[in-house]
């Protein structure tokens, strides 16, 4: 198959720079002598004296200068210089829409996976084989229309002249959808904790998602109206599929109707959403009333739509009445007053086309070959990628995303080396003790605040690795997680919707519930981190616990400037313009005096523009939200600057580290270095025009670029005189 487009622009870079025979040629053959060194030490290594030649540095050498493109002057390009390599090196794969150090990392741990999951899942996996799949066609999907009223656009028991049904109901598809295939169409219900008692679980009303990434895709021109061309395609495509499947005339003027007014259906849902930047407060968004109160507030008048049969249909599928009296938490309530309008212009049978639609886009993985094909130019439109995953990577991503401490337990007993816990929880300490002494260099900050500040720090809870229980023999409460689990030997479709149907159940059942403070938001075989702010609570899984973020055999200052920033990044977050609205114990309360709060505001101001100015010409141009990525913002600006100071205290304890081979840079700005390399990454175009609208973060170069051009202690570090790129005459400063 030829390149596409983005990645042939990506080869014909990296093969007309000047700075690729340098990189290949020059970096290749350091590369060389390192590993040849490395076979010498071996046996032998040390780290007496002032070059460290244990294996763990030659190869944290070897990845450094691989990585990096040192004829860029760092003062002018830090990005470049750290990762130019990187990027010189690495082609996006045709199945992917970014490729990055963390992409990396998670095929190399779904590799891990794959052989484990061989012996442990083998019912899944049998399931999954493409043989079967492809067997069964299209027959698993049409099961699942019978279950939720059918399909009118490819049905002949609807009455599609008069666009109704006798005794179809809005509520309770919208219920069915929601507690049997944990789908939330039009109406987004669902149980979490509350914000304002972080103690107990209430029921949320808000704003839906979409059939597209977001409300930009159904307005905006150029690769937007692309990608939505190519939507309403695959509508129809899979529309007259299923027609056909089920022996229906064929009928494509009818199909192309139907369809379009779906679309039409959508668009309007869509410009009924608030966007990012208008939902940003959270403060705002919360509405607590009563079921009564929402009933009368937000009437829908369809059909006489009825907000207790709604929701108590959705409830009782885990046996658990409402009452009028119930108390809910309504985030959308601007969208709620559009809705009424909007779906009361429809028939019964668009609406039932919509719900049915969006049911079936979600399976389409699950199904044959020729599904996926139907969907081919949708998924180049949006993401820029011409093939789809193995199907082996679909398995192991799938298991490990709804059995996560199943497949946790085997990754940690294959891979996880135990005395990283000890080590990250002392860097934990560290950083947070920085954090704490950071506060006292403050001038915005009031001292009452300051001392709520403390408060909180100190209260932040952290989960490490993996949950100890995983690994127990004859592990019952392991075995209790799956035991509502019924799956079917070679039915992978069938298994995909009972995973639904629990994952739906298990958050809703949780109602009654209280809150278990000490559960893990996210499984072991994970490369990521994050941090809860209804639980003020931070997580490290395994996955992440490798280099390049963290090794015992590397420097600390790579394991400071890797781990360490991530852990300053997830302490930031309960402090950035989200998570400062919460307390010591998760719940929204305002601790802040007013002094403090206003000069919090204007202190993000600064960021607020500075990364809005950022110019993203992979995404055609477009500037980057500083609204939507201010708090990843703070995060990342805290988290270096609180690292950073982290490691200068722990040299000043241990005394300096020898360095590393074949670099000749200090151990200052190893740390610098490794920050940014973690960050390495590219992205097609596409897939650069959905990440601008819907990622909470900035693109990888600015998440670097930005925190070193305010941090005086990288200008210093690699002595960037003042006006340079990197070191600009204003900085912004949070924390």
Same mark, same amino acid.
């Given at each position: 198959?030829?390149?596409?487009?983005?990645?042939?622009?990506?080869?014909?870079?990296?093969?007309?720079?000047?700075?690729?025979?340098?990189?290949?040629?020059?970096?290749?053959?350091?590369?060389?002598?390192?590993?040849?060194?490395?076979?010498?030490?071996?046996?032998?290594? @040390?780290?007496?004296?002032?070059?460290? @030649?244990?294996?763990?540095?030659?190869?944290?050498?070897?990845?450094?200068?691989?990585?990096?493109? =040192? @004829?860029?002057?760092?003062?002018?390009?830090?990005? #470049?210089?750290?990762?130019?390599?990187?990027?010189?090196?690495?082609?996006? =794969?045709? @199945?992917?829409?970014?490729?990055?150090?963390?992409?990396?990392?998670?095929?190399?741990?779904?590799?891990?996976?794959?052989?484990?999951?061989?012996?442990?899942?083998?019912?899944?996996?049998?399931?999954?084989?493409?043989?079967?799949?492809?067997?069964?066609?299209?027959?698993?999907?049409?099961?699942?229309?019978?279950?939720?009223?059918?399909?009118?656009? !490819?049905?002949?028991?609807?009455?599609?002249?008069?666009?109704?049904?006798?005794?179809?109901?809005?509520?309770?598809?919208?219920?069915?959808?929601?507690?049997?295939?944990?789908?939330?169409?039009?109406?987004?219900?669902?149980?979490?904790?509350?914000?304002? %008692?972080?103690?107990?679980?209430?029921?949320?009303?808000?704003?839906?998602?979409?059939?597209?990434?977001?409300?930009?895709?159904?307005?905006?021109?150029?690769?937007?109206?692309?990608?939505?061309?190519?939507?309403?395609?695959?509508?129809?495509?899979?529309?007259?599929?299923?027609?056909?499947?089920?022996?229906?005339?064929?009928?494509?003027?009818?199909?192309?109707?139907?369809? !379009?007014?779906?679309?039409?259906?959508?668009?309007?849902?869509?410009?009924?959403?608030?966007?990012?930047?208008?939902?940003?407060?959270?403060?705002?968004?919360?509405?607590?009333?009563?079921?009564?109160?929402?009933?009368?507030?937000?009437?829908?008048?369809?059909?006489?739509?009825?907000?207790?049969?709604?929701?108590?249909?959705?409830?009782?599928?885990?046996?658990?009445?409402?009452?009028?009296?119930?108390?809910?938490?309504?985030?959308?309530?601007?969208?709620?007053?559009?809705?009424? !309008?909007?779906?009361?212009?429809?028939?019964?049978? &668009?609406?039932?086309?919509?719900?049915?639609?969006?049911?079936?886009?979600?399976?389409?993985?699950?199904?044959?070959?020729?599904?996926?094909?139907?969907?081919?130019?949708?998924?180049?439109?949006?993401?820029?990628?011409?093939?789809?995953?193995?199907?082996?990577?679909?398995?192991?991503?799938?298991?490990?995303?709804?059995?996560?401490?199943?497949?946790?337990?085997?990754?940690?007993?294959?891979?996880?080396?135990?005395?990283?816990?000890?080590?990250?929880? %002392?860097?934990?300490?560290?950083?947070?003790?920085?954090?704490?002494?950071?506060?006292?260099?403050?001038?915005?900050?009031?001292?009452?605040?300051?001392?709520?500040?403390?408060?909180?720090?100190?209260?932040?809870?952290?989960?490490?690795?993996?949950?100890?229980?995983?690994?127990?023999?004859?592990?019952?409460?392991?075995?209790?997680?799956?035991?509502?689990?019924?799956?079917?030997?070679?039915?992978?479709?069938?298994?995909?919707?009972?995973?639904?149907?629990?994952?739906?159940?298990?958050?809703?059942?949780?109602?009654?519930?209280?809150?278990?403070?000490?559960?893990? *938001?996210?499984?072991?075989?994970?490369?990521?981190?994050?941090?809860?702010?209804?639980?003020?609570?931070?997580?490290? =899984?395994?996955?992440?616990?490798?280099?390049?973020?963290?090794?015992?055999?590397?420097?600390?200052?790579?394991?400071?400037?890797?781990?360490?920033?991530? *852990?300053?990044?997830?302490?930031?977050?309960?402090?950035?313009?989200?998570?400062?609205?919460?307390?010591?114990?998760?719940?929204?309360?305002?601790?802040?005096?007013?002094?403090?709060?206003?000069?919090?505001? %204007?202190?993000?101001?600064?960021?607020?523009?500075?990364?809005?100015?950022?110019?993203?010409?992979? !995404?055609?141009?477009?500037?980057?939200?500083?609204?939507? &990525?201010?708090?990843?913002?703070?995060?990342?600006?805290?988290?270096?600057?609180?690292?950073?100071?982290?490691?200068?205290?722990?040299?000043?304890?241990?005394?300096?580290?020898?360095?590393? =081979?074949?670099?000749?840079?200090?151990?200052?700005?190893?740390?610098?270095?490794?920050?940014? #390399?973690?960050?390495?990454?590219?992205?097609?175009?596409?897939?650069?025009?959905?990440?601008?609208?819907?990622?909470?973060?900035?693109?990888?170069?600015?998440?670097?670029?930005?925190?070193?051009?305010?941090?005086?202690?990288?200008?210093?570090?690699?002595?960037?005189?003042?006006?340079?790129?990197?070191?600009?005459?204003?900085?912004?400063?949070?924390?």
């Amino acid at each position: 198959m030829g390149k596409s487009e983005s990645q042939m622009d990506i080869v014909e870079k990296s093969t007309k720079s000047g700075k690729k025979s340098w990189s290949f040629v020059t970096i290749g053959l350091s590369v060389l002598l390192l590993l040849m060194t490395c076979a010498v030490v071996a046996l032998y290594g @040390t780290n007496s004296g002032s070059i460290c @030649t244990t294996p763990g540095c030659v190869t944290a050498a070897a990845r450094i200068l691989q990585n990096m493109d =040192p @004829t860029t002057e760092p003062c002018t390009d830090f990005y #470049q210089y750290a990762c130019g390599g990187w990027l010189n090196r690495h082609v996006i =794969p045709e @199945t992917s829409s970014r490729y990055s150090i963390f992409d990396i990392l998670r095929d190399e741990l779904e590799i891990i996976l794959k052989v484990n999951q061989k012996q442990d899942f083998t019912f899944i996996s049998s399931s999954s084989s493409s043989g079967f799949i492809e067997q069964r066609d299209s027959l698993p999907l049409l099961e699942v229309l019978a279950m939720v009223g059918d399909w009118p656009v !490819a049905s002949a028991d609807w009455n599609i002249t008069k666009g109704n049904k006798p005794n179809w109901s809005m509520e309770e598809k919208l219920s069915t959808l929601n507690s049997r295939f944990n789908k939330r169409v039009f109406i987004d219900m669902f149980v979490w904790n509350d914000d304002r %008692d972080s103690s107990r679980h209430i029921i949320y009303i808000d704003q839906p998602s979409l059939g597209m990434p977001s409300r930009d895709y159904y307005f905006n021109g150029g690769n937007y109206q692309r990608v939505r061309e190519a939507y309403l395609q695959f509508m129809i495509t899979i529309a007259k599929m299923i027609r056909e499947d089920k022996n229906m005339a064929k009928d494509d003027n009818f199909v192309q109707e139907e369809m !379009a007014k779906v679309m039409k259906l959508e668009t309007e849902i869509a410009n009924a959403t608030a966007s990012p930047e208008e939902r940003h407060d959270v403060t705002l968004l919360y509405n607590k009333m009563t079921l009564r109160e929402l009933r009368e507030k937000f009437a829908l008048n369809v059909s006489e739509f009825n907000w207790t049969l709604f929701i108590q249909g959705i409830m009782s599928s885990v046996n658990v009445q409402i009452h009028l009296d119930e108390e809910v938490v309504v985030y959308g309530a601007p969208y709620l007053q559009e809705l009424k !309008a909007i779906i009361s212009n429809y028939s019964a049978s &668009t609406i039932q086309n919509y719900l049915v639609w969006r049911l079936v886009t979600d399976r389409v993985s699950s199904l044959s070959r020729r599904f996926k094909d139907a969907r081919a130019h949708y998924r180049k439109a949006l993401y820029g990628t011409t093939l789809e995953e193995a199907r082996w990577r679909e398995c192991v991503s799938y298991v490990n995303n709804n059995m996560e401490n199943a497949v946790g337990a085997l990754y940690v007993r294959e891979t996880f080396a135990g005395e990283s816990k000890r080590m990250v929880r %002392d860097l934990i300490d560290k950083i947070r003790e920085v954090f704490i002494e950071t506060l006292d260099e403050l001038q915005w900050m009031d001292e009452t605040s300051k001392e709520k500040a403390r408060e909180k720090a100190m209260a932040i809870k952290e989960q490490i690795g993996y949950p100890d229980y995983i690994l127990e023999d004859q592990n019952e409460k392991l075995d209790q997680e799956y035991a509502n689990l019924n799956f079917s030997e070679h039915k992978y479709f069938e298994n995909s919707l009972e995973n639904l149907r629990a994952g739906a159940q298990k958050s809703l059942k949780k109602l009654r519930e209280r809150v278990d403070q000490d559960i893990w *938001i996210i499984g072991a075989a994970v490369v990521n981190a994050f941090y809860s702010p209804n639980r003020n609570q931070i997580v490290f =899984p395994a996955g992440i616990l490798q280099p390049p973020f963290f090794s015992k055999h590397q420097p600390q200052a790579l394991n400071f400037g890797g781990i360490g920033m991530v *852990i300053g990044h997830e302490i930031t977050h309960g402090f950035d313009d989200n998570g400062r609205n919460f307390d010591k114990d998760g719940n929204m309360f305002d601790w802040w005096s007013n002094f403090s709060a206003m000069h919090f505001k %204007d202190q993000s101001r600064c960021m607020v523009y500075q990364y809005g100015n950022y110019t993203w010409e992979l !995404a055609g141009g477009q500037n980057v939200s500083g609204i939507s &990525t201010l708090g990843e913002n703070i995060a990342d600006n805290g988290g270096v600057r609180q690292a950073y100071k982290a490691y200068l205290k722990w040299l000043e304890r241990e005394g300096k580290e020898p360095k590393l =081979p074949g670099l000749d840079l200090t151990h200052k700005q190893l740390f610098f270095l490794n920050f940014a #390399q973690v960050w390495c990454g590219s992205y097609r175009p596409e897939y650069a025009s959905q990440s601008i609208k819907t990622d909470v973060h900035s693109p990888l170069k600015y998440r670097v670029m930005g925190s070193l051009q305010n941090f005086e202690a990288f200008s210093e570090a690699f002595h960037c005189k003042k006006g340079t790129a990197m070191h600009p005459v204003e900085k912004c400063r949070v924390w």
